[in-house]
């Protein structure tokens, strides 16, 4: 928890884990995860319609990929991106330093509470970032507040669970046969985001006019090959193995590694995968 500056209790969790070994995992395979959603990145960034001048805030920027994306747009103005993992900011800033962007920097910050200036920012963006907060509606209330008026908000968040492939099989291969519950919706989490109305409803009172979701469909790469996966998913996820016996574990492995099979593609392990497009106006014009 050292360095954060200032950290919501309702985020205390989410740190113990982002700037714990969740985030160092994440640090480790920074590559893996930047190209894993590189198929939704041409609709986002259109969407972002980054100018040369604008002044970007990227929310929960994890390795710095979309952030070292939005300052190379952003030639002639800045990027800052936040994220609760030193980890994964010390890669994100190595990374940013060896492609010389100058106009990137990078902060441990909870953007929940964070005092941003007013009005400092003409776009905010969150790839697959914004759907972590504790306190969400605090949270955006604060993104829009360090918007100018009118200034762009754009995220990518996940559709609902039954609609990406990756996580039902990745999880019903580890389940071993347990009747595990899918994550739950109104939890801080990939899927809390996932209820576009509730997105609709969740903006709006934070502060935000023009609301609109749009659905993506994409592929959500793994790995080079199967093995490259299994090994990737099987450290991602060992909480998933927790309480299985010798044998049940590595039959779990077993059918994980089939399902890896299965969706090998010539570009690599991949699976189907949904998600919403995001767009917003902070403080819009009461015209």
């Keep these: 928890m050292a360095g954060t500056h200032q950290v919501d209790p309702a985020n205390a969790e989410q740190l113990r884990a982002w700037d714990g070994t969740e985030g160092a ?4 395979h920074a590559e893996r995860f930047e190209q894993a959603l590189r ?3 041409p609709p986002f960034f259109e969407a972002a319609a980054i100018a040369p001048t604008d002044r970007v805030l990227d929310i929960g920027c994890g390795t710095g990929g979309s952030a070292r994306a939005a300052a190379r747009l952003a030639i002639a103005g800045s990027v800052l991106g936040v994220d609760l993992s030193s980890a994964m900011l010390d890669v994100a800033r190595g990374a940013a330093e060896r492609e010389g962007l100058a106009n990137v920097s990078f902060e441990q910050a909870d953007a929940q509470i964070h005092p ?15 759907m972590f ?19 762009r908000l754009v995220l990518l968040v996940w559709q609902p669970f039954p609609r ?19 994550p739950p919706p109104d939890r801080p989490g990939p899927f809390s985001m996932g209820d576009p109305d509730h997105v609709h409803a969740l903006l709006t009172s934070a502060g935000f006019g023009d609301v609109r979701v749009s659905g993506l469909e994409g592929r959500t790469f793994f790995g080079r090959d199967p093995d490259d996966a299994h090994r990737f998913v ?3 996820m060992p909480w998933m193995l927790d309480g299985l016996d010798d044998a049940a574990r590595a039959g779990a492995l077993d ?3 089939r399902t890896m099979q299965a969706h090998h593609t010539a570009e690599g392990v991949a699976f189907r995968s949904a998600a919403w497009l995001v767009t917003a106006h902070a403080h819009p014009d009461p015209a």
């Design 234 to 236: 099987a450290g991602l």
């Design 164 to 182: 990406n492939e990756w996580v039902v099989e990745i999880m019903g291969a580890l389940a071993a046969g347990r009747d595990l519950p899918a």
């Design 39 to 41: 198929e939704y990145d």
């Design 255 to 257: 059918a994980l590694h």
């Design 116 to 130: 941003f200036d007013e009005g400092a920012f003409d776009v905010a963006i969150s790839r697959a970032g914004a």
């Design 25 to 28: 995992y994440w640090a480790a």
């Design 133 to 151: 907060f504790g306190d969400a509606h605090a949270a955006f209330t604060n993104i829009a507040r360090a918007l100018r008026p009118g200034g």
